[in-house]
């Protein structure tokens, strides 16, 4: 049962990420954006892991969710800005390192790197 629970994970995932890709391809890229950032993924997270293993999870999950916030918006900024500048690529790429330097950053704060 286990199993099924996570294939449908997937499923709800992938319906989402389709949903963005298909909307972006036909020049509705705003309708995208709006779709993409909808709450669903982090809500249906937070159900999972709420009747999954309780309250208290799902409240440092919640809590985690804010403070990575930061890498990722400088990860989009750095897409956004970069993109017309030097290429798509090389500005995904180095969004990407951002994000992760920025995260090793946070995490290593927290005290969350090999614990």
Same mark, same amino acid.
Request: hydrophobic residues 55%; charged residues 5%; positive net charge.
């Given at each position: ?14 319906? $989402? ?28 997270? *937070?159900? $999972? $892991? ?14 985690? @969710? ?14 956004? *800005? ?29 005290? @969350? $790197?090999?614990?």
């Amino acid at each position: 049962m286990q199993e099924a629970r996570y294939f449908l994970y997937f499923l709800l995932g992938g319906t $989402i990420t389709s949903t963005v890709a298909y909307l972006a391809n036909n020049s509705k890229g705003f309708l995208a954006a709006f779709i993409g950032t909808l709450p669903i993924a982090s809500l249906s997270t *937070f159900l $999972i $892991i709420y009747f999954n293993t309780g309250q208290d999870a799902m409240l440092s999950y919640a809590r985690g @969710l804010i403070i990575m916030l930061f890498p990722w918006v400088f990860y989009v900024l750095s897409v956004v *800005f970069l993109t017309p500048r030097i290429s798509f690529f090389y500005s995904l790429l180095i969004g990407l390192f951002l994000f992760v330097l920025i995260s090793y950053f946070i995490l290593n704060r927290y005290n @969350l $790197i090999g614990s």
